[in-house]
């Protein structure tokens, strides 16, 4: 199977998705009442149905997975449908993974976030503790098949969720792309009317051709990485506020821009640059003195730390990133100081 398909239509997702034998379909609540029924598929088909939310990624929607997968008697042939955004294809992907030690998945990614991020590149998982992404594997979908027509249901916050992704694949490889994407008009519904395919690819290129080299994160894939250091130690402190992950990953690109400033080859004026775009469509998030050295602590419990040293992605330039570059927590509690103080 082709493992990125762009279509154009409903029609060509739901036939596609028809001639896939012995499937069943995985979705969350959200995109079971916007998503699922914009598919014209066969009514005998299964489909599991889990509360969404960045929140319920956890052990326990993950059981109720595996449980319904067994209650269906599904076997080792059964291949498992996932629709939905990164909660989704990330759970659906990692049940998948360890159900009868391992059963094909299909993602279909139904946001921008998952379109240019989750459901490419082999990485599934849950959060775990508090802390995000701690459990999972890396498992291949045997497709993903991008159909841009179901952007249409998510509101402008959700967009610029993905469009903080698509950022962060420009800043580490290429300049020319985040200087587009700087430039698009993203403010109220012209975010909607952008053609969003061709950005779309661009990402996914950049995404895999550095998955290609290094799939299982020992070395290039970490470039992956620049903003989400800090951004999940935000996102995990504060997991339930409704804020979105290209959010706390904006916020965490600022901080470890700075970094890469203060400790690295970054120049001041990039990171202007950096910063004001940023700062267009993110509103920093206020933290006190208080919470910035318990979301400091938080950061050595990521899981790319090693023997208790902070790994973290710098920029030399836009365009061009750096990994494994280690920082100390009074590094981390600086770049927070910086971001709430400006």
């Known amino acids: ?32 009442l916007h998503c699922y029924s914009k598919l014209n598929i066969d009514e005998t088909t299964s489909v599991i149905i889990f509360e969404g939310g960045e929140q319920k990624k956890t052990l ?10 067994t209650k269906l008697n599904c076997d080792r042939k059964t291949c498992l449908i996932n629709l ?7 759970l659906g992907g990692f049940a998948a993974s360890v159900y009868k030690r391992g059963i094909d998945f299909v993602n279909v990614p139904t946001t921008l976030m998952a379109m240019v991020d989750a459901a490419n ?65 993203l403010k ?6 952008i053609d969003w395919l061709p950005l779309i690819k661009k990402s996914l290129e950049i995404k895999s051709a550095i998955t ?3 799939f299982e994160e020992k070395a290039e894939r970490k470039f992956l990485n620049f903003g989400h250091t800090i951004g999940h130690a935000l996102e995990s402190y504060f997991m339930e506020k ?33 910063v004001k775009t940023l700062d267009r469509f993110y509103d920093r998030i206020q933290l006190s ?33 750096v990994f494994d570059k280690p920082i100390t927590n009074k590094d981390v509690i600086e770049s927070l100081n910086f971001y709430c103080s400006n």
């Open 242 to 274: 409704h804020l979105t992950h290209g959010h706390f990953v904006a916020s965490g690109m600022i901080c470890e821009a700075w970094l890469s400033k203060v400790l690295g080859e970054l120049s001041a004026i990039q990171f202007d640059e950096i």
């Open 60 to 69: 326990q929607s993950l059981e109720l997975v595996l449980q319904n997968l």
């Open 121 to 185: 590149g082999g990485k599934t998982g849950i959060n775990f503790m508090g802390n995000k992404n701690y459990l999972g594997t890396f498992t291949s979908a045997q497709s993903v098949f991008i159909w841009p027509g179901f952007m249409e249901s998510l509101d402008r916050l959700e967009l610029l969720s993905g469009y903080a992704e698509m950022l962060k694949h420009g800043l580490i490889a290429d300049p020319s792309y985040f200087k587009e994407l700087a430039n698009l008009n």
């Open 289 to 321: 003195e208080m919470q910035i050295i318990e979301i400091a602590e938080l950061v050595i419990m990521d899981k790319k730390s090693t023997n208790n040293t902070i790994q973290c992605v710098f920029l030399k330039q836009i365009g061009e990133a």
């Open 84 to 90: 939905g955004g990164g909660v989704v294809t990330d």
């Open 1 to 32: 199977m082709i493992k990125n398909m762009y279509l154009k239509s409903a029609e060509a997702l739901s036939l596609l998705l028809e001639i896939i034998q012995n499937k069943v379909i995985l979705c969350d609540t959200n995109t079971y």
């Open 212 to 214: 290609l080299l290094d």
């Open 188 to 193: 109220g519904h012209s975010c909607f009317e």
